[in-house]
């Protein structure tokens, strides 16, 4: 590469793009704006930002309802998020077993449950298997997709952190007279994980959303008791402000819990 090029790739900005960045950044910053102060209007227009529509967070009753929806929210994302970390691993050691009839059907289920969206899989807790006698509750016909859905996505952040590992580290350990089961376990997949930990956390980000779903079999989750809010009070716009602030807070706790875990190996 040329050192021309170099320059241009990965040197300062002269003051002349400096002026540009600065520039679209304000035009940028001015129209996101106008479109927000358009919203607002348009939202007052309405009378969604009447006073009236947001009395009902003065109340207790308002409150203890959405908390226990957001409880529902928790249960059911840190039950689909444990099941998600414990099947794709088992998918991982699967995928990348010496033994074909280990491999393959790990490959197949992973591919399979990347490929069918989440709702699919909801539908057929839903609809299928009543038909066939088998009975869920809506607890574990909504956790139990989401869970399997994000497995196969995790499963393949699992084998991207284990590819990671330098080569060196194995050879260590096999050299020391480890087994490949204590090579895997002790060596190479606790390095791994300090790898992923950001992949990790946008797949449980991920779960907390995919929760939402709970309206399909009526599963009281905070989504859902924010629908029964607003058929009742009709504050459309304050409730789905409010539940938008709170699905934020749960998304940057899980951020901020795995900021330990996320840091950089020396």
């Not at 241009?8 to 540009?20: D, E, K």
């Not at 077993?97 to 399979?112: D, N």
């Not at 959303?209 to 709970?214: A, H, P, S, V």
């Not at 009709?234 to 934020?248: K, S």
Request: aromatic share 10%; hydrophobic share 60%.
């Amino acid at each position: 590469m040329s050192r021309a090029l170099e320059d241009i790739l990965f040197g300062a900005p002269s003051p002349s793009a400096r002026a540009v960045t600065r520039a679209v950044s304000a035009a940028v910053a001015v129209v996101l704006l106008v479109v927000a102060a358009g919203i607002l209007y348009r939202f007052h227009a309405a009378g969604q930002l009447d006073a009236r529509l947001w009395k009902i967070f003065a109340w207790t009753t308002t409150w203890g309802f959405l908390a226990k929806g957001l409880l529902g929210t928790l249960a059911s994302a840190a039950t689909a998020a444990v099941i998600a970390l414990v099947l794709g691993l088992v998918l991982l050691l699967g995928r990348m077993s010496r033994l074909r009839l280990a491999r393959w059907p790990s490959i197949a289920v992973i591919e399979f449950l990347r490929g069918v969206p989440t709702l699919l899989l909801i539908y057929v807790c839903f609809l299928v298997l009543p038909s066939a006698g088998i009975k869920l509750s809506t607890y574990w016909m909504l956790t139990l997709p989401v869970g399997l859905s994000i497995a196969a996505v995790v499963a393949e952040v699992y084998r991207a952190g284990v590819l990671a590992v330098p080569r060196g580290q194995t050879d260590a350990a096999r050299s020391l007279g480890l087994t490949e089961a204590q090579v895997f376990f002790s060596v190479v997949f606790p390095q791994a994980l300090r790898y992923i930990v950001p992949a990790l956390v946008a797949q449980l980000v991920i779960v907390v959303k995919d929760t939402t779903f709970g309206y399909v079999v009526t599963y009281g989750e905070l989504m859902q008791n924010a629908k029964v809010l607003i058929a009742n009070y009709h504050a459309l716009v304050p409730v789905y402000l409010v539940v938008a602030v709170l699905y934020c807070l749960v998304n940057y706790f899980i951020s901020r819990m795995s900021q330990r875990l996320g840091r950089p190996i020396h």
